[in-house]
C-alpha cells in the first residue's frame, strides 16, 4: 500500500502513512487563503501597534506565523486518525502537567500558567485547548450512539471538568472558560439530545444566577470570603465589577473598558487612518499589542475595517464548519467542529471584550493579537482543519476512483 | 432523532444538520458583534471621538507674573524677582555620566551626592523628572554650573518668579503677604482658575487686590500621553515653556499655539512711602498707630502701625520659625494693623464730634457757655462725673471746651443733644461702621445706642437694657463702650475740614473716589475749626491749648488731643504720679490734627498705646510729621539702587 522507507502503523484495520505530502495537493486553498488574508491583517495591525513601541513584536509575530504555517502544513500531513487514537494518553499527560504548574508553576502576572522544564518554558494551558479537541474527539467517536444516554452526556462533562477546574485553579479564566464551548460545540455535533443541551443552558442560568449573589453588594475596596462555590478571586470578581460598572473606577478596573469603547468608537466609520490611533499611541488603551488589538484595528481602520476583518473571521469559521460537514469520518467532524469552537469562542469573547459587551479576561484574538504560545495553538487549529479536509478529500478522490473511475471534485460534500 | 449507526468511519446522517445550527450561532454570533461595533461607532461615534480628542491633548497653565506695587510717587513696593532651581534630568544625561554628573553637582553645590544618586535610582521608571539639586540658588552658584554645561549635560536652571518686598517692615502690613492658597480658598475661587499649589494674596494689600494683581494664566496644549506628565522649563529671560519630553520620555507635539500669560496689574498706591518710613520712625518702639489722610479725596498717604512685620518672611523659603512666630499671637501683636484692626475708645477725640454736632442741630451756639466747676452731677439719682481738670474750667464755651478739653462742658451738651442725636452725627462722620478703606479684615469699632444696648444685653433684666443719662454721659466724652478704629477718627478729622464730606480711605489710586453728602454746615465747621485751631496754637502763659506740642509757627494745624481711659480716673488717684502706674494701665494717648492752609490739606489721626496723654505722647508726632510732609521731604531716589542691587 505504501512505498518502503516511510513511517507507516497498523490503525485498527487499515494500514496508513503516517506522514504523507501528498495530501498536500488536496489542501482546502480557501481556508488556507482565509488565514492568510487574516494573518495579513494581523501583520498590518501589529506594525502599527509596535511602531510606537518596538518593532521587535511585528518581526517576531512574521516569524510566528511561519513557524505556525510550518506546524500546520505538517499536522496537515499527519494521519488525524491515528493522533485521535493517541488522545487518551494525551489526556492523561495533560492532567499530570497541569498539577505540575499547580506544584510547581512560574507566576506571571498573578497567574500561574507557565511550566519550566529546564531548557523550555510553557503553558500547558495552552496545550489543553487542543489536546481536549483531540480526546474528545476520540472519547465522542468511541460512544457513537450512547450519547444519547444523559449519564454518558454528564460524564463528557466529568472528563472536560478535571483539566477544566486545574486550569481555573491556576487560575486562567479565559482558557478555563474556552473549554466549555469546545465541550458543548463537539457534543452537539457529536448528536447528543438537544433536551439534555437546553438542561445544562437551565443549569448555567442557575449558576449566573449564583455568581450575581456572589457579586451583590461587592465592594471593590474590601476583600470578601466567597459566598457560593464560585472561588472567584478578589482581582476576577473586581474585573466583573468594573465590567457592570465602568464609570465607577475610570482610572482603575474599568479603565480597560472604558478605554477600549472610547478607542474603538472614536475610530468612527472609517477611522483615523493607519498608525494615527491616538488612543492607542498615547498609551491610554494597555495592552493594545495582545488582548485589546482589535480596539487598534477599529480606532485605525473604523467600522469599514473592522466589519471587513469581522467578515474574515465569519468566512474563516464556516470554511471550518465546511470542513466537518464534509469530513468522511466522525473524527475529523469532531476535530474540525471542535477548532472552530474553539477559535470561534476565541473571537467572539476577544472582540465582545473590546466592544464593552464583555468583562476583562485575558483572552488573545486569533491571528492579530501578538504572542508566540497562541499563534501555535490557532495554527496548529488550522492544522487540523487542514488536515481533516485533506484527508476527507483524498478519500472521497480514492473511493470515487475505485467506484467509478472518475476523480470526483474533492470538497464538494455529500457520499 | 436520527438513528446513529455503529460504524465509527461513517458520519451519521443528522450532522449536516448539526453542522448548519452551528454556523448558524457563528453567523449569529458574529453579526452581533458587527451591530455592537456599528452602535459604538456610527452611531455613537462622534461621541466617543470627543472623549478621544479631550485624551489626547493636555493644558499645561503658564503662569502669570504677578502685578507690581508702586507708591504714589512711583517707587518700587512688591515686584517679583527670578528665583532659580538648579535641576537634573537623568533622562537628558547618556546613561554612564549619570552618576559622574551627580558627583560634580555634589561637589560644584554643596549638596549631598549620595542623596542626589538615590533620588535618582527612585526615579529610574521616569527618567525625563526634573530632579531638584538646589533651590533659590545664588548667582555664585550659577555661574559655577553654567561655566561647566559641557560636562554637565541634563542640568538646567529652572526659574519661577517670587515676590520681593523691597522696603522691609515698612508698610508691610499694608502690602500683606502671599502664602499657598489652603483647601477653602481653593474651593470659593475654583471657578478663577486657582489650582492646589498656587500662591495667593492672604493678607493686606495682596489678598484685596488679589485679582487685579494676579494676571490671566497663558496656556500651551501638548499631546497628553496616559501616563507621565508635561514639565516647565525656562528660557534665558524666565519665560516659562514645555519641555520636549514628558516625565516619562515621551515627545511631546504642540497642539496649538501657546497663548502667552499676562501679567498682573501694576497697583498704583495713594501711599508715600518715605512718609510711611517716617511715620513709623516716629512711632519706634511704642505700639500704635498713624494716618495720615488727603483729607479731600481719601488718599491714604501714610498708614502705620507698630510692631509690624517684613512680609519676605513669608514668601522666603527657610524662614518657618519667624514666620510661626508672627503667626503665634503674642502680644503686642504684630500682625495686627492698629490704624483699622484695632478698636479703642475715642476718649476726647470724640468731642469734636460732639460740638460739631451740638451747633449743627443748633442745641448749642458758639456763645452757648456752661460752667464748669471740676465736677457734674445728674440731678436723678446723684451720681458725679469729674472733669479732667479738678479745679474747674470755669465758665466755658464750645471754642475753650475743644480747646482746653473740658469735659463738663460737654456733659451738658450731651444731655442736651441726647443719644439719638450723638448716634445719628456719629454715624454720619462714620462711626460704628467700617470706612471702606480697601484692605481686608477692618473693624467696624462700636458706637452705642439705645438699640445697641438693648441687643448685647439682651436676655438681661430690663433695667440693664436701658439707656441711661449717664450712658450718654459717658458716651459725650467717648468712654463707655464706644469704640472706634485710628481710621475712623481720621475719617471724622478730615471731615471736619473738608467742608464736611465723609470720604472713603483708599490706598489703590484707581479706586473710586466716594464723598457723602455734606454732613456739617460751613457755619458749624467755622466755629469748630476755632476751637480745633485754639488748641493748638494758645501757647503759654497759661492756660495753653491741650495740642500746643503740635504747634508749627506759620502754618495753620488744627488738632485735639485725647486719652483712651483703660481704667477710671479715681483708680488713677491710688498712685502718688503718674509714672508710678503700670505701663499696661495707662491711657492711650490720641490726637488728631488737620492742616487746613496747606495742600493736600492732611487730615491726621495718632494713637500711641498707653501713651497717658494725647498732648504729650502724640501731639508732638503730629507736629514732627506734619513738618516733614510739607517742608522735608525729599524724593526719595532709593528705588533705583534696590533695583541695581537686584539680579
Given at each position: 500500500m505504501a512505498g518502503t522507507g516511510s513511517l507507516q502503523v497498523q490503525y485498527q484495520d487499515i494500514t496508513v502513512r503516517l506522514i504523507n505530502p501528498k495530501r498536500l495537493k488536496y489542501l482546502d486553498w480557501a481556508l488556507l487563503l482565509a488565514v492568510a488574508a487574516l494573518a495579513c491583517v494581523g501583520w498590518v495591525v501589529l506594525y502599527s501597534a509596535s511602531k510606537s513601541s518596538s518593532l521587535e513584536y511585528f518581526q517576531r509575530q512574521i516569524f510566528y506565523f511561519a513557524a505556525g504555517l510550518g506546524l500546520a502544513l505538517f499536522l496537515a500531513c499527519l494521519d488525524q486518525r491515528f493522533l485521535v487514537s493517541l488522545a487518551p494518553v494525551g489526556y492523561v499527560l495533560l492532567i499530570i502537567a497541569l498539577l505540575g504548574v499547580l506544584f510547581f508553576g512560574s507566576e506571571a502576572k498573578g497567574s500561574e500558567r507557565w511550566l519550566s522544564l529546564g531548557f523550555i518554558r510553557f503553558q500547558p494551558s495552552e496545550f489543553a485547548k487542543l489536546g481536549m479537541v483531540y480526546f474528545l474527539a476520540w472519547y465522542l467517536n468511541k460512544l457513537g450512539p450512547r450519547i444519547q444516554k444523559w449519564y454518558w452526556f454528564l460524564f463528557t462533562f466529568v472528563l472536560a471538568g478535571i483539566p477544566m477546574v486545574l486550569i481555573l485553579k491556576q487560575p486562567n479564566l479565559g482558557t478555563a472558560a474556552c473549554l466549555g464551548p469546545i465541550t458543548v460545540g463537539m457534543l452537539f455535533v457529536a448528536g447528543c439530545r438537544v433536551r439534555h443541551l437546553l438542561a445544562l443552558a437551565l443549569i448555567g442560568l442557575a449558576g449566573l444566577g449564583f455568581l450575581a449573589w456572589e457579586m451583590?453588594?461587592?465592594?471593590?475596596?474590601v476583600e470578601q470570603e466567597p459566598r457560593t462555590f464560585f472561588d472567584l478571586k478578589h482581582y476576577q470578581k473586581k474585573r466583573i465589577y468594573a465590567f457592570l460598572h465602568p464609570e465607577a473606577d475610570p482610572q482603575g478596573s474599568g479603565w480597560h473598558t472604558l478605554q477600549s469603547v472610547v478607542t474603538v468608537g472614536s475610530g468612527r466609520l472609517t477611522g483615523k487612518g493607519w498608525m494615527q490611533g491616538t488612543q492607542t499611541r498615547l498609551n491610554y488603551l494597555p495592552e493594545y499589542h495582545t488582548d485589546f488589538i482589535f480596539s487598534l484595528l477599529a480606532e485605525e481602520f473604523g467600522f469599514v475595517g473592522a466589519v471587513i476583518t469581522l467578515a474574515l473571521y465569519l468566512a474563516f469559521l464556516q470554511l471550518g464548519l465546511r470542513v466537518a460537514r464534509d469530513s468522511v469520518d466522525m473524527s475529523g467532524a469532531l476535530l474540525a467542529a471542535g477548532v472552530v469552537a474553539m477559535l470561534g469562542f476565541h473571537i467572539f469573547t476577544n472582540i465582545g471584550i473590546t466592544l464593552g459587551l464583555l468583562p476583562v479576561t485575558g483572552l488573545p484574538l486569533p491571528f492579530l493579537s501578538y504572542g508566540g504560545s497562541f499563534y501555535m495553538t490557532t495554527m496548529a487549529g488550522v492544522g487540523v482543519l487542514l488536515g481533516v479536509s485533506a484527508w476527507s478529500r483524498l478519500a472521497r478522490a480514492t473511493m470515487a476512483v475505485a467506484l467509478t473511475g472518475i476523480v470526483a471534485r474533492p470538497g464538494n460534500g455529500k457520499p | 432523532m436520527t438513528r446513529i449507526p455503529r460504524e465509527e468511519s461513517y458520519r451519521y446522517s443528522g450532522l449536516e444538520t448539526r453542522v448548519v445550527w452551528f454556523s448558524g450561532a457563528v453567523t449569529l454570533a458574529i453579526a452581533l458583534l458587527m451591530l455592537q461595533l456599528w452602535r459604538l461607532q456610527v452611531l455613537q461615534g462622534a461621541e466617543y471621538a470627543r472623549v478621544s480628542e479631550n485624551n489626547r491633548i493636555s493644558q499645561k497653565r503658564l503662569q502669570a507674573d504677578r502685578g507690581m506695587i508702586l507708591d504714589?510717587?512711583?517707587?518700587?513696593l512688591a515686584d517679583n524677582r527670578a528665583s532659580s532651581d538648579i535641576v537634573f534630568i537623568p533622562g537628558e544625561c547618556p546613561e554612564p555620566q549619570r552618576e559622574k554628573v551627580c558627583q560634580l553637582l555634589g561637589s560644584l553645590l554643596n549638596v549631598s551626592t549620595e542623596s542626589l544618586i538615590n533620588r535618582m535610582h527612585a526615579l529610574r521608571g521616569q527618567p525625563f523628572t526634573q530632579i531638584t539639586v538646589k533651590s533659590d540658588i545664588a548667582k555664585a552658584d550659577r555661574v559655577r554650573v553654567e561655566e561647566l554645561g559641557a560636562q554637565l549635560p541634563g542640568v538646567m536652571i529652572v526659574a519661577h518668579p517670587q515676590r520681593r518686598y523691597h522696603y522691609g517692615e515698612t508698610a508691610g502690613q499694608i502690602l500683606g503677604y502671599l502664602g499657598e492658597i489652603n483647601r477653602a480658598e481653593l474651593e470659593s475661587r475654583q471657578s478663577e482658575g486657582y489650582y492646589p499649589g498656587d500662591w495667593i494674596g492672604k493678607d493686606g494689600l495682596e489678598r484685596y487686590y488679589e485679582s487685579e494683581l494676579r494676571g490671566q494664566d497663558g496656556f500651551m496644549l501638548v499631546t497628553r500621553y496616559a501616563a507621565g506628565q508635561p514639565q516647565l522649563l525656562t528660557d534665558k529671560l524666565g519665560r516659562p515653556y514645555i519641555a520636549a519630553r514628558d516625565t516619562l520620555g515621551h515627545l511631546l507635539n504642540l497642539e496649538a499655539p501657546p497663548v502667552p500669560p499676562q501679567p498682573g496689574k501694576t497697583l498704583h498706591l495713594t501711599l508715600d512711602i518715605a512718609l510711611q518710613r517716617y511715620c513709623e520712625e516716629l512711632l519706634g518702639s511704642r505700639s500704635g498707630a498713624i494716618v495720615v489722610l488727603d483729607a479731600d479725596t481719601g488718599e491714604v498717604l501714610a498708614m502705620a502701625s507698630r510692631p509690624g512685620y517684613d512680609p519676605a518672611v513669608f514668601v522666603t523659603r527657610g524662614r518657618n520659625e519667624e514666620r510661626m512666630a508672627l503667626l503665634?499671637?503674642?502680644?503686642?501683636?504684630?500682625?495686627?494693623?492698629?490704624?483699622?484692626?484695632e478698636i479703642y475708645p475715642p476718649g476726647s477725640v470724640f468731642k469734636v464730634l460732639m460740638a460739631a454736632a451740638a451747633l449743627e442741630t443748633g442745641?448749642?451756639?458758639?456763645r452757648t457757655s456752661f460752667f464748669c466747676p471740676g465736677r457734674f452731677t445728674l440731678k436723678q439719682g446723684g451720681r458725679a462725673w469729674r472733669c479732667w481738670k479738678r479745679s474747674g474750667h470755669g465758665a466755658t464755651n464750645v471754642i475753650d471746651a475743644l480747646a482746653y478739653s473740658c469735659d463738663v462742658f460737654f456733659y451738658n451738651v450731651g444731655l442736651q443733644l441726647d443719644i439719638d442725636q450723638i448716634s445719628k452725627y456719629g454715624h454720619l462722620a462714620g462711626y460704628g461702621a467700617r470706612t471702606g478703606i480697601d484692605l481686608p479684615g477692618e473693624a467696624e469699632g462700636v458706637l452705642p445706642d439705645r438699640e445697641w444696648k438693648a441687643r448685647v444685653n439682651a436676655g438681661l433684666a430690663p433695667s440693664e437694657r436701658r439707656w441711661y443719662p449717664g450712658d450718654t454721659i459717658n458716651l459725650s466724652i467717648g468712654q463707655g463702650s464706644m469704640a472706634t478704629t485710628p481710621l475712623q477718627n481720621a475719617v471724622m478729622m478730615a471731615c471736619m475740614i473738608n467742608g464736611g464730606y465723609r470720604i472713603r480711605p483708599h490706598l489703590w489710586r484707581d479706586a473710586p473716589q466716594e464723598k457723602s453728602e455734606k454732613i456739617f454746615s460751613d457755619a458749624t465747621l467755622r466755629v469748630v475749626i476755632e476751637g480745633l485751631k485754639k488748641c493748638v496754637e494758645d501757647g503759654p502763659p497759661a492756660p495753653s491749648g491741650t495740642g500746643y506740642a503740635a504747634y508749627i509757627p506759620g502754618m495753620t494745624v488744627v488738632g485735639k488731643t485725647g486719652s483712651a481711659q483703660i481704667m477710671g480716673l479715681e483708680h488713677h488717684e491710688q498712685y502718688k504720679s503718674e509714672e508710678d502706674i503700670p505701663e499696661h494701665m495707662r491711657d492711650h494717648a490720641w490726637f488728631v490734627a488737620g492742616v487746613i492752609d496747606r495742600a493736600p490739606r492732611l487730615a491726621i489721626c495718632i494713637l500711641v498705646e498707653y501713651g497717658h496723654h494725647g498732648s504729650s505722647a502724640a501731639a508732638p508726632l503730629a507736629k514732627n510729621i506734619i513738618d516733614f510732609f510739607y517742608n522735608h521731604r525729599a524724593e526719595p531716589s532709593e528705588t533705583a539702587d534696590l533695583l541695581a542691587e537686584g539680579d
Amino acid at each position: 500500500m505504501a512505498g518502503t522507507g516511510s513511517l507507516q502503523v497498523q490503525y485498527q484495520d487499515i494500514t496508513v502513512r503516517l506522514i504523507n505530502p501528498k495530501r498536500l495537493k488536496y489542501l482546502d486553498w480557501a481556508l488556507l487563503l482565509a488565514v492568510a488574508a487574516l494573518a495579513c491583517v494581523g501583520w498590518v495591525v501589529l506594525y502599527s501597534a509596535s511602531k510606537s513601541s518596538s518593532l521587535e513584536y511585528f518581526q517576531r509575530q512574521i516569524f510566528y506565523f511561519a513557524a505556525g504555517l510550518g506546524l500546520a502544513l505538517f499536522l496537515a500531513c499527519l494521519d488525524q486518525r491515528f493522533l485521535v487514537s493517541l488522545a487518551p494518553v494525551g489526556y492523561v499527560l495533560l492532567i499530570i502537567a497541569l498539577l505540575g504548574v499547580l506544584f510547581f508553576g512560574s507566576e506571571a502576572k498573578g497567574s500561574e500558567r507557565w511550566l519550566s522544564l529546564g531548557f523550555i518554558r510553557f503553558q500547558p494551558s495552552e496545550f489543553a485547548k487542543l489536546g481536549m479537541v483531540y480526546f474528545l474527539a476520540w472519547y465522542l467517536n468511541k460512544l457513537g450512539p450512547r450519547i444519547q444516554k444523559w449519564y454518558w452526556f454528564l460524564f463528557t462533562f466529568v472528563l472536560a471538568g478535571i483539566p477544566m477546574v486545574l486550569i481555573l485553579k491556576q487560575p486562567n479564566l479565559g482558557t478555563a472558560a474556552c473549554l466549555g464551548p469546545i465541550t458543548v460545540g463537539m457534543l452537539f455535533v457529536a448528536g447528543c439530545r438537544v433536551r439534555h443541551l437546553l438542561a445544562l443552558a437551565l443549569i448555567g442560568l442557575a449558576g449566573l444566577g449564583f455568581l450575581a449573589w456572589e457579586m451583590a453588594g461587592f465592594d471593590p475596596n474590601v476583600e470578601q470570603e466567597p459566598r457560593t462555590f464560585f472561588d472567584l478571586k478578589h482581582y476576577q470578581k473586581k474585573r466583573i465589577y468594573a465590567f457592570l460598572h465602568p464609570e465607577a473606577d475610570p482610572q482603575g478596573s474599568g479603565w480597560h473598558t472604558l478605554q477600549s469603547v472610547v478607542t474603538v468608537g472614536s475610530g468612527r466609520l472609517t477611522g483615523k487612518g493607519w498608525m494615527q490611533g491616538t488612543q492607542t499611541r498615547l498609551n491610554y488603551l494597555p495592552e493594545y499589542h495582545t488582548d485589546f488589538i482589535f480596539s487598534l484595528l477599529a480606532e485605525e481602520f473604523g467600522f469599514v475595517g473592522a466589519v471587513i476583518t469581522l467578515a474574515l473571521y465569519l468566512a474563516f469559521l464556516q470554511l471550518g464548519l465546511r470542513v466537518a460537514r464534509d469530513s468522511v469520518d466522525m473524527s475529523g467532524a469532531l476535530l474540525a467542529a471542535g477548532v472552530v469552537a474553539m477559535l470561534g469562542f476565541h473571537i467572539f469573547t476577544n472582540i465582545g471584550i473590546t466592544l464593552g459587551l464583555l468583562p476583562v479576561t485575558g483572552l488573545p484574538l486569533p491571528f492579530l493579537s501578538y504572542g508566540g504560545s497562541f499563534y501555535m495553538t490557532t495554527m496548529a487549529g488550522v492544522g487540523v482543519l487542514l488536515g481533516v479536509s485533506a484527508w476527507s478529500r483524498l478519500a472521497r478522490a480514492t473511493m470515487a476512483v475505485a467506484l467509478t473511475g472518475i476523480v470526483a471534485r474533492p470538497g464538494n460534500g455529500k457520499p | 432523532m436520527t438513528r446513529i449507526p455503529r460504524e465509527e468511519s461513517y458520519r451519521y446522517s443528522g450532522l449536516e444538520t448539526r453542522v448548519v445550527w452551528f454556523s448558524g450561532a457563528v453567523t449569529l454570533a458574529i453579526a452581533l458583534l458587527m451591530l455592537q461595533l456599528w452602535r459604538l461607532q456610527v452611531l455613537q461615534g462622534a461621541e466617543y471621538a470627543r472623549v478621544s480628542e479631550n485624551n489626547r491633548i493636555s493644558q499645561k497653565r503658564l503662569q502669570a507674573d504677578r502685578g507690581m506695587i508702586l507708591d504714589r510717587n512711583g517707587n518700587l513696593l512688591a515686584d517679583n524677582r527670578a528665583s532659580s532651581d538648579i535641576v537634573f534630568i537623568p533622562g537628558e544625561c547618556p546613561e554612564p555620566q549619570r552618576e559622574k554628573v551627580c558627583q560634580l553637582l555634589g561637589s560644584l553645590l554643596n549638596v549631598s551626592t549620595e542623596s542626589l544618586i538615590n533620588r535618582m535610582h527612585a526615579l529610574r521608571g521616569q527618567p525625563f523628572t526634573q530632579i531638584t539639586v538646589k533651590s533659590d540658588i545664588a548667582k555664585a552658584d550659577r555661574v559655577r554650573v553654567e561655566e561647566l554645561g559641557a560636562q554637565l549635560p541634563g542640568v538646567m536652571i529652572v526659574a519661577h518668579p517670587q515676590r520681593r518686598y523691597h522696603y522691609g517692615e515698612t508698610a508691610g502690613q499694608i502690602l500683606g503677604y502671599l502664602g499657598e492658597i489652603n483647601r477653602a480658598e481653593l474651593e470659593s475661587r475654583q471657578s478663577e482658575g486657582y489650582y492646589p499649589g498656587d500662591w495667593i494674596g492672604k493678607d493686606g494689600l495682596e489678598r484685596y487686590y488679589e485679582s487685579e494683581l494676579r494676571g490671566q494664566d497663558g496656556f500651551m496644549l501638548v499631546t497628553r500621553y496616559a501616563a507621565g506628565q508635561p514639565q516647565l522649563l525656562t528660557d534665558k529671560l524666565g519665560r516659562p515653556y514645555i519641555a520636549a519630553r514628558d516625565t516619562l520620555g515621551h515627545l511631546l507635539n504642540l497642539e496649538a499655539p501657546p497663548v502667552p500669560p499676562q501679567p498682573g496689574k501694576t497697583l498704583h498706591l495713594t501711599l508715600d512711602i518715605a512718609l510711611q518710613r517716617y511715620c513709623e520712625e516716629l512711632l519706634g518702639s511704642r505700639s500704635g498707630a498713624i494716618v495720615v489722610l488727603d483729607a479731600d479725596t481719601g488718599e491714604v498717604l501714610a498708614m502705620a502701625s507698630r510692631p509690624g512685620y517684613d512680609p519676605a518672611v513669608f514668601v522666603t523659603r527657610g524662614r518657618n520659625e519667624e514666620r510661626m512666630a508672627l503667626l503665634s499671637g503674642q502680644r503686642p501683636n504684630p500682625m495686627t494693623h492698629r490704624a483699622f484692626r484695632e478698636i479703642y475708645p475715642p476718649g476726647s477725640v470724640f468731642k469734636v464730634l460732639m460740638a460739631a454736632a451740638a451747633l449743627e442741630t443748633g442745641v448749642i451756639t458758639e456763645r452757648t457757655s456752661f460752667f464748669c466747676p471740676g465736677r457734674f452731677t445728674l440731678k436723678q439719682g446723684g451720681r458725679a462725673w469729674r472733669c479732667w481738670k479738678r479745679s474747674g474750667h470755669g465758665a466755658t464755651n464750645v471754642i475753650d471746651a475743644l480747646a482746653y478739653s473740658c469735659d463738663v462742658f460737654f456733659y451738658n451738651v450731651g444731655l442736651q443733644l441726647d443719644i439719638d442725636q450723638i448716634s445719628k452725627y456719629g454715624h454720619l462722620a462714620g462711626y460704628g461702621a467700617r470706612t471702606g478703606i480697601d484692605l481686608p479684615g477692618e473693624a467696624e469699632g462700636v458706637l452705642p445706642d439705645r438699640e445697641w444696648k438693648a441687643r448685647v444685653n439682651a436676655g438681661l433684666a430690663p433695667s440693664e437694657r436701658r439707656w441711661y443719662p449717664g450712658d450718654t454721659i459717658n458716651l459725650s466724652i467717648g468712654q463707655g463702650s464706644m469704640a472706634t478704629t485710628p481710621l475712623q477718627n481720621a475719617v471724622m478729622m478730615a471731615c471736619m475740614i473738608n467742608g464736611g464730606y465723609r470720604i472713603r480711605p483708599h490706598l489703590w489710586r484707581d479706586a473710586p473716589q466716594e464723598k457723602s453728602e455734606k454732613i456739617f454746615s460751613d457755619a458749624t465747621l467755622r466755629v469748630v475749626i476755632e476751637g480745633l485751631k485754639k488748641c493748638v496754637e494758645d501757647g503759654p502763659p497759661a492756660p495753653s491749648g491741650t495740642g500746643y506740642a503740635a504747634y508749627i509757627p506759620g502754618m495753620t494745624v488744627v488738632g485735639k488731643t485725647g486719652s483712651a481711659q483703660i481704667m477710671g480716673l479715681e483708680h488713677h488717684e491710688q498712685y502718688k504720679s503718674e509714672e508710678d502706674i503700670p505701663e499696661h494701665m495707662r491711657d492711650h494717648a490720641w490726637f488728631v490734627a488737620g492742616v487746613i492752609d496747606r495742600a493736600p490739606r492732611l487730615a491726621i489721626c495718632i494713637l500711641v498705646e498707653y501713651g497717658h496723654h494725647g498732648s504729650s505722647a502724640a501731639a508732638p508726632l503730629a507736629k514732627n510729621i506734619i513738618d516733614f510732609f510739607y517742608n522735608h521731604r525729599a524724593e526719595p531716589s532709593e528705588t533705583a539702587d534696590l533695583l541695581a542691587e537686584g539680579d
